[in-house]
Nanobody
């Protein structure tokens, strides 16, 4: 079945950077928009950014605009999230998700990777 596997999370000091990766398998990667989300226990999942199937269009939440950058490599079936100027409030479990370009909902989700930003 389709798999999305996130990696790159960890512990970082405030102001630092991390790069998350999400490797997809068993799907036609170029047919899917990819998104990054995060969730803190007890809070709703937050949509951070989405990138179109071609990589030409991106949408960022205000909370991460200017600090986070999404990119994708369709040859490697991988989407990335470069996170700079991290803040303690960025601490969360980060998930990637895939949405077929014909649909409005996300079909597949990764298992998540923990990001912890210390002050």
């Amino acid at each position: 079945q389709v798999q999305l596997v996130e990696s790159g999370g960890g512990l970082v000091q405030a102001g630092g950077s991390l790069r998350l990766s999400c490797a997809a398998s068993r799907l036609t990667f170029g047919d899917y928009a990819m998104g990054w989300f995060r969730q803190v226990p007890g809070k709703e999942r937050e949509s951070l950014v989405v990138i179109s199937w071609s990589g030409t269009t991106t949408y960022y939440a205000d909370s991460v605009k200017g600090r986070f950058t999404i990119s994708r490599d369709n040859a490697k079936n991988t989407v990335y999230l470069q996170m700079n100027s991290l803040k303690p409030e960025d601490t969360a479990v980060y998930y990637c998700a895939a949405r077929h370009f014909t649909l409005r909902t996300y079909d597949y989700w990764g298992q998540g990777t923990q990001v912890t930003v210390s002050s």
